[in-house]
């Protein structure tokens, strides 16, 4: 057995080529030749050409990226099913993409699924493949040439080539894929797009450090005289990657380097280094290719229409935006997106695809285009839907070779630098957590419930049973009910009037703080309460929290309030309620004079009011981001787990007290309390009942449903579609 695996792993030599055969294989695994390399891309000039099976021809890249997130797992459980994405492929083609970008290697299923999918098909659905790095090496001290860095970009690459040759057995842990990959899907995978969004603190350490090794020249990629260490270890990775491909399979295809705004190849003012750290770039007219690479490269970009947020100082930023009233509408808008993937496109001699691209419809948000209101969060799926086409009608317009929507579908498990302090990360799969923006960029949508949620928030209460009763008095009752998303609440009072009737609704969950009245109301609550809702007509409504536990006050509090707030705690029994509200990252006005006092006044977003419309997404005149309505006597609402400072409401873990633990630690509860009353009297006074609660753990219910986005894309693409 020996002497036969020997012969098995021999190098035979037969005339200008070579044949490498593999005990594990059994087969050959490489062949190099005088033959022409075989390529179904090309770039000419700024535009990108495939064959398709007419011959080389203008291809426009409209794609839509995928992840590997599904409800109840991790990104890097790797989740999904063949069957599953067989169906999502099938749907992603109806909506007009012909592309699917995915960042990393995947699980042997989605390359089975691209193979049965393609290869007896006339009109095949085509990928763009990435390259991933791990975040983690990016935010340490490495330098992009440490071996955890490059040694692992060049590794992984001659992993990826042999994948999607259908000639690996592969198993690297958590990070990557695994599985038997024997299905060759080479000849749908138009190319790579190599790295991620680099962290200017990556690329300027590089730079600084490595700062001798600023030239490289291959067989296929080379840099110029202008190129920096950072772009030298790019092309390094191209030229590693073509040649691996090409000598080991006679095959090309095109090329890109990942990139975004923060690291773009702008000379920007000085103002953008001070106001928004803008200090590193990445220029990829630094790389070139020679004859040999025969496929050619692209540029690559991730664009968003509100970041980074210098976008919307264009005209003060030192970069000349060529006939800027072209970018201005008949309202005198300037259209900043449009602008800067213009400048974009102009600045590049090679074609130049956005490969990431739109806004998420959560409830939640971190950042808003100060132009044309396209922002990262508090968008109804309608509002997304707008942005999704105006943001591709901006990109095509600037003379892009294409662009890749974001994304496919909702994430669960994601997180946001604004609210990932306020839950438990490693539950985050669980639940749905709608305060998260990062979650819900998808136009495949995750809704609780097998078939259909608990309760949808539309006026119709036949949902709701006497098992969700909680309390009634005096021609008033409260029910409540929830699911993997909302606490739902019903309300009942005869001869309702959202004209002149205030309602309070008192919530009392944990028993470390809370107040038995809020200052400046009539009355009082029967238990302390941590939260108040207010029910004051469709305009007026709104959630208060009571001061000590304010989420924002206790991690942010030197950039809201300009003090410790661990200094100056607020009493337990405070009568203090105050808005909720999340941060935003939004920098100075680069327009305005700084502040006198030196601070930087963090600005936030009052995410407590209560949006009135109609949440059934059957319903005509569906509003995706209702929080409540009223139909006669009766008023529904949902209410997002965060919002009432739930960490991992699976569990039934609640906020601890911010004060005893300085910072956010989980408590876990099994019932709260709440009642239902106007406070018109200072007699008042709202009686409380308990509320069951009993996590669901792991086992979550859901199902699919297709956001308005997908139709607009849709309706752009194919013109049908509702």
């Known amino acids: 057995m020996k002497k036969f695996l020997i012969i098995c792993s021999v190098l035979?030599?037969?005339?200008?080529?070579?044949?490498?055969?593999?005990?594990?294989?059994?087969?050959?695994?490489?062949?190099?030749?005088?033959?022409?390399?075989?390529?179904?891309?090309?770039?000419e000039g700024k535009t990108i050409l495939a064959d398709t099976g007419?011959?080389?021809?203008?291809?426009?890249?409209?794609?839509v990226n995928m992840g590997v997130g599904i409800p109840g797992h991790f990104a890097t459980d790797y989740a999904i099913d063949k069957e599953t994405y067989l169906r999502w492929f099938s749907m992603i083609q109806e909506m007009g993409a012909n592309c699917v970008r995915v960042y990393t290697i995947q699980s042997d299923d989605f390359y089975n699924a691209v193979w049965e999918y393609n290869h007896d098909n006339e009109h095949p659905l085509y990928i763009l493949h990435g390259l991933w790095v791990n975040d983690y090496v990016q935010f340490s001290h490495r330098d992009a040439y440490d071996k955890d860095f490059l040694d692992a970009m060049l590794n992984d690459s001659r992993t990826l080539v042999d994948i999607i040759h259908g000639n690996k057995i592969f198993s690297l842990g958590e990070d990557l894929g695994s599985g038997t990959y024997h299905k060759d899907i080479s000849p749908w995978v138009l190319g790579y797009i190599l790295g991620v969004e680099w962290e200017d603190t990556t690329?300027?350490?590089?730079?600084?450090?490595?700062?001798?090794?600023?030239?490289?020249?291959?067989?296929?990629?080379?840099?110029?005289?202008?190129?920096?260490?950072?772009?030298?270890?790019?092309?390094?990775?191209?030229?590693?990657?073509?040649?691996?491909?090409?000598?080991?399979?006679?095959?090309?295809?095109?090329?890109?380097?990942?990139?975004?705004?923060?690291?773009?190849?702008?000379?920007?003012?000085e103002l953008v280094e001070y106001y928004f750290r803008k200090f590193a770039k990445v220029d990829v007219e630094h790389i070139k290719t020679t004859d040999a690479f025969v496929s050619g490269h692209f540029a690559s970009y991730h664009v968003y229409p509100y970041f980074p947020d210098y976008l919307g100082f264009l005209d003060i930023m030192g970069i000349e935006v060529k006939d800027k009233d072209r970018f201005v509408d008949e309202h005198g808008v300037f259209d900043s997106y449009r602008?800067?993937?213009?400048?974009?496109?102009?600045?590049?001699?090679?074609?130049?695809?956005?490969?990431?691209?739109?806004?998420?419809?959560?409830?939640?948000?971190?950042?808003?285009?100060?132009?044309?209101?396209?922002?990262?969060?508090?968008?109804?799926?309608?509002?997304?839907?707008?942005?999704?086409?105006?943001?591709?009608?901006?990109?095509?317009?600037?003379?892009?070779?294409?662009?890749?929507?974001?994304?496919?579908?909702?994430e669960w498990f994601k997180r946001t630098w604004n609210t990932m302090a306020y839950t438990d990360l490693t539950k985050t799969p669980y639940w749905s957590d709608y305060q998260t923006n990062e979650q819900y960029f998808g136009i495949l949508s995750f809704d609780p419930g097998k078939?259909?949620?608990?309760?949808?928030?539309?006026?119709?209460?036949?949902?709701?049973?006497?098992?969700?009763?909680?309390?009634?008095?005096?021609?008033?009752?409260?029910?409540?009910?929830?699911?993997?998303?909302y606490l739902y609440f019903r309300i009942h009072k005869d001869q309702y009037?959202?004209?002149?009737?205030?309602?309070?609704?008192?919530?009392?969950?944990?028993?470390?703080?809370g107040s038995t009245s809020c200052r400046g109301l009539k009355g009082s609550f029967e238990r302390p309460a941590d939260f108040l809702m207010i029910l004051d007509g469709k305009d007026n409504s709104r959630v208060l929290v009571q001061r000590r536990y304010e989420a924002l006050r206790a991690i942010y509090s030197h950039r809201v309030y300009l003090e410790d707030a661990y200094l100056n705690e607020p009493a337990r029994d405070t009568d203090e309620f105050t808005d909720i509200r999340l941060m935003l990252q939004v920098p100075l006005d680069p327009h305005e004079e700084l502040d006198t006092t030196g601070y930087d006044i963090g600005e936030t977003f009052d995410t407590g009011i209560l949006?009135?419309?109609?949440?059934?997404?059957?319903?005509?005149?569906?509003?995706?981001?209702?929080d409540f309505i009223i139909r006669g006597d009766e008023i529904e609402i949902r209410l997002p787990w965060l919002l009432l400072n739930f960490c991992n409401p699976s569990e039934m873990m609640i906020h601890d007290d911010y004060y005893e633990n300085y910072g956010i630690e989980g408590l876990p509860i099994d019932q709260f309390y709440t009642g239902i009353g106007e406070l018109r009297s200072a007699s008042e006074v709202i009686p409380m009942q308990a509320v069951p609660l009993k996590g669901w753990g792991k086992n979550i219910t859901y199902h699919e449903r297709l956001k308005e986005g997908y139709y607009a894309l849709q309706q752009l693409w194919t013109g049908t579609g509702e």
């Open 339 to 410: 602008a800067y993937v213009t400048m974009l496109n102009e600045y590049h001699t090679i074609p130049v695809v956005i490969a990431e691209y739109g806004v998420p419809s959560a409830r939640g948000r971190a950042q808003s285009d100060r132009n044309t209101g396209r922002a990262q969060g508090g968008m109804s799926e309608a509002d997304q839907a707008r942005a999704l086409v105006t943001c591709y009608q901006d990109i095509m317009e600037a003379g892009c070779a294409g662009s890749i929507a974001f994304t496919w579908q909702d």
């Open 12 to 43: 035979i030599i037969i005339g200008a080529g070579w044949i490498l055969l593999s005990p594990k294989i059994g087969l050959f695994i490489g062949i190099r030749s005088e033959q022409p390399v075989h390529t179904f891309t090309k770039v």
């Open 451 to 485: 078939e259909k949620s608990v309760c949808y928030v539309d006026g119709d209460v036949s949902e709701w049973t006497a098992q969700d009763l909680v309390s009634e008095r005096e021609g008033m009752s409260i029910w409540s009910k929830y699911d993997e998303k």
């Open 54 to 63: 007419n011959g080389m021809e203008p291809f426009e890249i409209r794609g």
């Open 611 to 626: 949006t009135y419309g109609n949440g059934n997404p059957e319903s005509a005149d569906f509003n995706s981001l209702s």
């Open 203 to 269: 690329v300027a350490f590089t730079n600084h450090i490595e700062d001798s090794k600023n030239r490289y020249q291959g067989k296929y990629m080379y840099t110029t005289q202008e190129a920096s260490p950072f772009e030298a270890m790019l092309a390094q990775v191209g030229d590693r990657i073509i040649e691996y491909e090409t000598v080991r399979y006679n095959e090309q295809r095109l090329i890109a380097f990942s990139n975004w705004p923060t690291t773009d190849p702008f000379d920007w003012h």
């Open 497 to 513: 009037d959202p004209e002149t009737d205030v309602l309070y609704v008192p919530i009392d969950t944990t028993p470390k703080s």
